[in-house]
């Protein structure tokens, strides 16, 4: 996905339900928790989630959420969460969140490695958690990850999630090598992906010229 695709993807998602019937202040701000996979060759796809940061950092406003969390291989704990701000209504302290904000996220770059699994529904529940704790009234969780979720054989994760009133974006969805080999391995776990998303009550979001949840949910 392009650059300028993904800022007017993102434009829209964030803004695109922002009208408001609530007179609570909460509801007129926005809140965005972003999951980025860290896991095998995934790991080296971590520079283009950065620049996607980047926009959000100078997107979001005062009142506004933001955070930042791996997808590795046990992802439902608060130790994954990178960064996570509010931004102050201030602008200078606003700025300087930012500014701390982005240094976090550069630091981490640097230093990732990749994991042995992919706990994506663990980082879905934390990132619903963090979202709904914010009061914010437009709640959207971005998905950087290939959709391929692998588990080790202690971790349970086959049961209903609750993602009510969430938007959830995947973005970067790239094909494996399998998938190469049969396209329906690809347009199977997405199809998967969406229908596990639509259960969890979460809301969907249209991109280019098809209405879908994840990547197809969200790519184009």
Not at 90 to 104: E, H, L, T
Not at 126 to 144: C, D, S, Y
Not at 149 to 159: M, N, S, Y
Not at 202 to 220: I, K, N, Y
Request: a positive charge; one cysteine or more; hydrophobic letters at 40%.
């Amino acid at each position: 996905m392009g650059a300028i695709m993904v800022k007017r993807l993102l434009l829209a998602s964030l803004l695109g339900l922002s009208v408001s019937t609530c007179t609570d202040q909460r509801s007129h701000t926005q809140a965005v928790y972003m999951l980025i996979d860290t896991s095998g060759t995934y790991a080296m796809e971590v520079g283009k989630a950065q620049r996607i940061i980047n926009y959000l950092l100078g997107t979001l406003q005062s009142g506004d959420s933001l955070a930042v969390a791996r997808v590795k291989t046990r992802s439902f704990s608060e130790k994954d969460i990178i960064a996570k701000i509010t931004f102050d209504s201030r602008p200078s302290q606003a700025n300087a969140q930012k500014r701390a904000f982005r240094d976090k996220i550069d630091a981490f770059v640097k230093s990732v490695g990749g994991s042995a699994y992919t706990d994506i529904t663990g980082g879905l529940i934390q990132g619903g958690m963090f979202l709904n704790e914010t009061g914010a009234g437009r709640k959207t969780i971005l998905i950087f990850s290939d959709m391929q979720e692998e588990l080790d054989k202690v971790t349970i994760r086959d049961f209903p999630i609750n993602l009510k009133d969430i938007r959830v974006v995947a973005l970067n969805v790239v094909k494996l090598k399998t998938d190469n080999i049969d396209p329906r391995r690809y347009m199977g776990r997405l199809e998967a992906w969406q229908k596990r998303i639509e259960k969890a009550g979460a809301q969907g979001v249209r991109e280019g010229e098809r209405a879908v949840h994840t990547d197809r949910m969200l790519q184009s």
